[in-house]
């Protein structure tokens, strides 16, 4: 079946490094590809999606390109702030099955 | 636009005792997912409506839950009897059917 597989965490990194977080999937057909943030006490909340191959959703100084060749989907940012640490989960929504499937979640702890 | 409401936002119960969770969705959307979301782990995928019907419901321990969407809009889930394992955040998010899901503050239970 359809699986997500993030990079273990936590991920603790200096204010301004640069940040990425690899995700990974397995999928039949053509799945529709998200990044979900859930910050401190706050439910989760959708940060970028993309929906075919070679897309990138972007949000909020994020990026993450939608790679078919390597079924992957990995996160990034340029310079991370104090306000960005928070847990990070991949999903992926299969249109065969309707089902959203989630990573396992990676923490970003970042210091001043 | 209202947002996915979920009550109550918390619930501790002795074991062996039975709990329910409600859940409405936003208006117009017909997909309606409930996850059950362990401390430290990505949400896992308990049941999936379309409208009232369901459409997934592999993951659902049924001999203890139980899950129903009366006229397609709101949406209970029941634990009966519970266990210890049981207490996680049990989340609801509804979408439009294009994989994007909307989350609610999720129901935090706990089984002492």
């Known amino acids: 079946g359809d699986s997500v597989t993030q990079m273990e965490g936590p991920v603790t990194l200096s204010e301004e490094a640069f940040l990425t977080i690899n995700c990974t999937y397995t999928?039949?057909?053509?799945?529709?590809l998200f990044w979900y943030v859930q910050y401190p006490g706050e439910g989760l909340q959708l940060l970028l999606k993309a929906t075919k191959a070679d897309d990138k959703g972007s949000n909020k100084g994020f990026e993450a390109t939608y790679r078919k060749e390597t079924t992957s989907f990995h996160l990034e940012k340029g310079s991370v702030q104090v306000s960005d640490s928070a847990v990070y989960f991949c999903a992926l929504w299969g249109s065969n099955t309707g089902k959203l499937i989630f990573g396992q979640g990676t923490t970003l702890q970042v210091k001043p | 636009e209202a947002g996915v409401a979920q009550s109550p936002r918390y619930k501790i119960i002795e074991k062996r005792q039975s709990v329910a969770f409600w859940c409405n969705p936003i208006?117009?959307?017909?997909?309606l997912y409930w996850y059950q979301q362990i401390l430290g782990q990505g949400p896992k995928l308990l049941i999936q409506?379309?409208?009232?019907?369901?459409?997934?419901d592999s993951q659902l321990p049924k001999d203890r839950f139980s899950a129903e969407r009366l006229k397609g809009v709101d949406s209970t889930l029941k634990i009966q009897p519970a266990k210890l394992e049981d207490s996680a955040v049990y989340l609801c998010?509804?979408?439009?059917?294009?994989?994007?899901?909307?989350f609610g503050q999720g129901t935090r239970l706990t089984v002492v």
């Open positions: 208006s117009g959307h017909a997909t």
């Open positions: 409506f379309q409208n009232n019907g369901v459409v997934d």
């Open positions: 999928a039949t057909g053509y799945p529709s």
């Open positions: 998010a509804s979408s439009l059917g294009d994989g994007q899901g909307f």
